[in-house]
């Protein structure tokens, strides 16, 4: 198992997905997850992300929500982050530094942990540089055929399955993986 390092927090992905493992169908791409996964995903996401505390997300992500969620930190990655000058929440940080450099400094305030909340091209950013240590995968009873992949890169790595529960009697399954 990938032990979390002593210099950087544990980066835990969590994600919502179809069973074709699409993160978002073709036609709601713009629009929040919450548009198609369950309401017990949404609680689990909810009580997860908050015992965690911060979240990493890519700014297109962002643009699905428009605000920081309450009781969590959002660290919100874009090459252009005075575009977002007008959010001005102490919650939210709008960054344009590496996955890297986003570590380390949440490492010097002392973060242990952090959720990375998406979309693909941030969840294969962290997996490419082998910086995930934990996966939730919520599998929602859907075929999407067409949409965002969880994973839009070509990368060959294995996890281990921790714990899978079902979620509700529609047949959504949370699945915890460690690398
Ligand atoms: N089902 C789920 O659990 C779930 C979770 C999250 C997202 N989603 C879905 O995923 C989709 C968005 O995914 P996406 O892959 O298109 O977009 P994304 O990962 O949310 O955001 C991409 C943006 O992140 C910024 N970025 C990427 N790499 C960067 C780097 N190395 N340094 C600085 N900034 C960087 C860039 O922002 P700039 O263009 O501003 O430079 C890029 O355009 C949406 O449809 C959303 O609903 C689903």
């Given at each position: 198992m990938n032990k979390p390092d002593m210099d950087r927090p544990e980066v835990i992905l969590i994600a919502a997905m179809s069973i074709?493992?699409?993160?978002?169908?073709a036609d709601k791409?713009?629009?929040?997850?919450?548009?198609?996964?369950?309401k017990e995903d949404w609680h689990f996401f909810t009580k997860k992300s908050k015992e965690i505390g911060t979240m990493i997300m890519g700014s297109r992500t962002f643009e699905t929500i428009k605000k920081a969620l309450p009781e969590r930190r959002t660290v919100v990655m874009t090459?252009?982050?005075?575009?977002?000058?007008?959010?001005?929440?102490?919650?939210l940080l709008f960054t344009a530094e590496s996955p890297e450099e986003i570590l380390a400094n949440l490492d010097k305030e002392g973060v242990k942990q952090v959720a990375l909340c998406g979309g693909a091209s941030i969840y294969n950013l962290f997996l490419q540089k082998n910086l995930v240590n934990k996966m939730f995968l919520t599998v929602e009873?859907?075929?999407?055929?067409?949409?965002?992949?969880?994973?839009?890169e070509k990368i060959e790595k294995r996890f281990s399955l921790l714990q899978q529960t079902k979620l509700n009697d529609s047949g959504t399954i949370l699945l915890e993986y460690s690398t």
């Open positions: 074709d493992g699409f993160i978002a169908p791409e713009s629009l929040p997850s919450t548009t198609w996964t369950s090459s252009q982050p005075e575009r977002y000058a007008e959010f001005n929440d102490p919650n009873p859907y075929v999407f055929g067409e949409g965002v992949k969880l994973f839009n």
